[in-house]
């Protein structure tokens, strides 16, 4: 199944946003380092534009000012009556759909990247929205190979109820570029080199795909989000157990059942229920505390993509 | 400053302090499991309480409110009349100042412990004030004693002249653990298990020295800070680069003029332009990048600790 009218056609105008997290530094200075020196984005032909999605945020070094930016991209947010009263993301979302969107119509940029960082150890990892996407499949495709041997995880966010509006997603074909471990507030030369060498691998691909190159057709292993689990609580909903040591950091590793999940503060273990394996993601992500999300279980399948081509060549 | 270099009677009002900065997670679920279940605190000479020093910042999960509360105990602060609009962290200064001090008189705590976690790889640091903080440093030893496998450092804060701002100068004693590298934010188990080990480690000193024991002088490594360096900026004062990848998670690892310090955005590398060796400490600590410290730099120094005699049952007829 393709989408192929869109995927035919060349890509003219991509976006890099940057600080849609305030405290999720590498995008900010990326971001920052490009707008007054954006050669290493240029390609011939194509507008690319690096933006700060959350300069409030930004500023402040926190994650939101009023509300999470990456959660609020949907149709009733974004039709809201601006007022002041409105929470400032809620605002900013409007106007970066104006200037990126709208959403949903011809006029929306072709690409959008969005950077960010987590604290959990997923490496490089590449979000995409929907498992039927010929064009971004092929463009994941080349990334990982690019990176080789550096490991390159494609995590599908594609779900019905767990699935959320991002800032990206005004884009006619949204990315998610998330690199960790980092903490809140830090900038580590080894993640922004990372970071940049996918974006780079990036552009490079829509280059070549714009200069006519044929991409033919090719699988990859993407793990599809199928359940977030919160930590233990106790009645004043306060964490109960933190993380088995034996789960911290092993982010994309098969977690079977029986396997130590939790480890409570009076020293119990807590394992895996259910009976079957699953890929843990998004362990121990600071800012999902608040989201009561501890980790979440991922499963491994591949995903094909018919061959692509630009037409005008 | 303790107002004696060694105690003379036993410590019985001990504190441990969690959730000074209410995003290192550690102290604070340390404290906040303390509070319910306070048996593990507990030894036969004393009992120690568990404080929530920052309740605000912990609730909001950030270092603080207004200011940062660990800069706060100065007497500047705790002296200084209050009025309705003054910081939190300052109110909240003088509140642990009325508990556990006051700072320098008689009534004070005899020892407050202090939990914190860093984002640089600092592994596991004892701060005490300085070289002649005794009782700290022969408690220091014994924790290197009691886990050779985890490359114990020690870091004296003062430098000459400052007078300490930290929560453990309020007490008669006092001694910071700074673990690390752990988000702010995270709760690491690693962490969190390393921390309340040392905790009861630190109890059970205290109970030692009560009960009388000797303990004989020794000879310390310790760093103390010479200077800081902070990251290269923009003229408008923002960062122009980070920490090189080369210096990153290199804490206590001799740095020498000409080895590579920071990677601009640019990608061109800088080196260090030191005379000298010097330890660098907080490579790349979150909280620092406000107070313009990139790492802090230190000296390696080694110093004899004099021996601390057990102390004398009072009142004993002589003997």
């Known amino acids: ?60 070094c926190t994650r939101y000012i009023d509300c999470d930016l990456n959660r609020i991209f949907d149709l009733e947010n974004l039709g809201k009556k601006m007022s002041e009263d409105l929470p400032y993301e809620v605002r900013r979302a409007q106007e970066i ?12 940029y072709d690409i959008i990247f969005d950077l960010h960082n987590t604290t959990s150890n997923m490496g490089c990892t590449l979000v995409l929205e929907d498992s039927r996407n010929n064009f971004l499949i092929q463009m994941f495709h080349y990334i990982k190979t690019s ?80 359940e977030k ?85 | 400053m303790c107002s004696l270099p060694v105690p003379r009677e036993p410590l019985r009002r001990v504190a441990v302090a969690g959730g000074k900065h209410g995003n290192e997670m550690s102290g604070v679920y340390l404290v906040r499991h303390w509070l319910l279940a306070p048996a593990e605190l507990q030894r036969p000479s004393f009992s120690a309480v568990p404080v929530l020093a920052n309740p605000a910042a912990t609730t909001a999960c950030r270092r603080y409110v207004d200011r940062d509360l660990n800069r706060t105990f100065t007497s500047t602060f705790l002296n200084s009349r209050p009025t309705p609009d003054d910081p939190y962290e300052v109110t ?75 929560l453990d100068s309020v007490a008669k004693n006092g001694l910071a653990l700074e673990l690390g590298p752990q988000p702010q934010g995270v709760l690491r188990a ?16 205290i109970d030692l020295f009560n009960q009388g024991t000797a303990f004989p002088t020794f000879e310390m490594e310790a760093y103390r800070p010479v200077g800081i360096m902070d990251f290269p900026r923009t003229e408008a004062g923002n960062l122009a680069g980070t920490v090189h990848p080369q210096l990153q998670d290199q804490d206590f690892q001799p740095l020498q003029p000409g080895d590579p310090i920071f990677q601009m955005f640019s990608g061109e590398d800088l ?39 057990a102390l004398t049952p009072a009142p004993s007829p002589a003997s």
């Open chain 1, 1 to 60: 199944m393709t989408s192929c009218h869109i995927a035919e056609e060349p890509i003219k105008k991509v976006a890099i946003f940057g600080g849609t997290h305030g405290n999720e530094l590498t995008g900010v200075f990326l971001v920052k380092h490009w707008l007054k020196n954006g050669v290493e984005i240029q390609r011939t032909g194509l507008e690319v534009k690096p933006f700060i999605t959350n300069p409030r945020a930004v500023k402040k």
């Open chain 1, 97 to 108: 759909n104006h200037l990126f969107g709208p959403k949903n119509s011809e006029d929306s």
């Open chain 1, 147 to 226: 990176l080789a041997p550096l490991p390159c995880y494609v995590y599908l966010i594609e779900h019905p109820s767990l699935k959320y509006a991002t800032t990206r997603s005004i884009a006619k074909y949204p990315v998610g570029i998330e690199v960790g471990p980092q903490p809140q507030g830090v900038l580590r030369a080894d993640i922004l080199d990372q970071m940049r060498k996918m974006i780079k691998h990036a552009l490079d691909f829509i280059h070549h795909f714009n200069e006519g190159k044929e991409f033919p057709s090719c699988a990859i292993e993407v793990y599809k989000i199928m």
């Open chain 1, 229 to 313: 689990v919160d930590y233990p609580r106790n009645e004043n909903g306060e964490i109960a157990a933190i993380i088995h040591p034996n789960l911290q950091d092993q982010d994309w590793k098969p977690l079977h059942p029986g396997d130590p999940v939790f480890l409570t503060l009076d020293g119990k273990t807590i394992p895996l229920g259910g009976d079957c394996t699953v890929h843990p993601v998004f362990v121990n992500e600071a800012a999902y505390y608040e989201k009561k999300e501890a980790f979440a279980k991922t499963t491994k399948l591949t995903l094909h993509a018919d061959s692509i081509r630009c037409s005008l060549h």
């Open chain 2, 92 to 166: 909240r200064a003088r509140e642990l100042n009325q508990l556990l001090g006051p700072k320098a008189s008689g009534q004070a705590f005899d020892f407050v412990l202090d939990l914190h976690t860093s984002t640089a790889n600092m592994g596991t640091c004892f701060i005490a004030e300085s070289s002649h903080d005794v009782f700290a440093l022969h408690l220091c030893r014994h924790l290197q004693l009691q886990y050779p496998e985890l490359s114990c450092q020690v870091f004296l804060y003062q430098r000459s002249g400052e007078e300490s701002y930290s």
């Open chain 2, 190 to 205: 690693d962490i969190f298990s390393r921390m309340r080990a040392l905790v009861a480690t630190v109890l059970d000193f």
């Open chain 2, 271 to 309: 080196l260090y332009e030191g005379e000298s060796t010097v330890y660098p400490l907080f490579i790349n600590e979150a909280a620092y990048y406000e107070k313009g410290v990139a790492f802090v730099q230190t000296e390696k120094l080694t110093f004899s600790v004099p021996a601390m005699p």
